[in-house]
T-cell receptor
Framework: QKEVEQNSGPLSVPEGAIASLNCTYSDRGSQSFFWYRQYSGKSPELIMFIYSNGDKEDGRFTAQLNKASQYVSLLIRDSQPSDSATYLCAFTGGGNKLTFGTGTQLKVEL | DGGITQSPKYLFRKEGQNVTLSCEQNLNHDAMYWYRQDPGQGLRLIYYSQIVNDFQKGDIAEGYSVSREKKESFPLTVTSAQKNPTAFYLC???????????????FGDGTRLSIL
């Protein structure tokens, strides 16, 4: 079993819709969870981080964490063409080492 | 402005040559990291350092070396022993905390390394 599982996509959503990106992880000791956005040819940029079970909202973005189900998701409301990118989830189980998923490609269509 | 600077942006390596990638940060972060990204894949950790004069191997350290003589700098050398060096190399840094929760890592713009 891979440490982090993400559907590679592409996930296509119409402009203005809600995009839902999902990630499952195998390490039950994981405590810190991160979502990064990566445009083609560019470096990852931090979107959200979450430590506790439940939802965390920041503007159009909501991160959801369910540690019992080992599941973290990212919701993007009112999706825009500029949101088209690859979204990487990552987690740490201890220390400062991040484990990354391979990313989900999101396409927001006009 | 505070940030992480990687140079050069593009680098070409000849057979048998060692090359060094630069990473400098002015964020006053204690921890620094080097990742490698291959097309269609996630980031894989090469080396990391949580304090000056100390560093640890990541998941794919073979064929690479690092140093951490200054808090601001964490250069990566790709040695001739790394037989498949073509990739996108990313440097990151973060605050370290004494709690079980980790602060986010922030990335530089990356260096693309290719073999001539």
């Amino acid at each position: 079993q891979k440490e982090v599982e993400q559907n590679s996509g592409p996930l296509s959503v119409p402009e203005g819709a809600i995009a839902s990106l999902n990630c499952t992880y195998s390490d039950r000791g994981s405590q810190s969870f991160f979502w990064y956005r990566q445009y083609s040819g560019k470096s990852p940029e931090l979107i959200m981080f979450i430590y506790s079970n439940g939802d965390k909202e920041d503007g159009r973005f909501t991160a959801q964490l369910n540690k019992a189900s080992q599941y973290v998701s990212l919701l993007i409301r009112d999706s825009q063409p500029s949101d088209s990118a690859t979204y990487l989830c990552a987690f740490t189980g201890g220390g400062n080492k991040l484990t990354f998923g391979t990313g989900t490609q999101l396409k927001v269509e006009l | 402005d505070g940030g992480i600077t990687q140079s050069p942006k593009y680098l070409f390596r000849k057979e048998g040559q060692n090359v060094t990638l630069s990473c400098e940060q002015n964020l006053n972060h204690d921890a620094m990291y080097w990742y490698r990204q291959d097309p269609g894949q996630g980031l894989r950790l090469i080396y990391y350092s949580q304090i000056v004069n100390d560093f640890q191997k990541g998941d794919i350290a073979e064929g690479y070396s690092v140093s951490r003589e200054k808090k601001e700098s964490f250069p990566l050398t790709v040695t001739s022993a790394q037989k498949n060096p073509t990739a996108f190399y990313l440097c990151a840094s973060s605050i370290t905390t004494g709690t079980g929760f980790n602060q986010p890592q922030h990335f530089g713009d990356g260096t693309r390394l290719s073999i001539l």
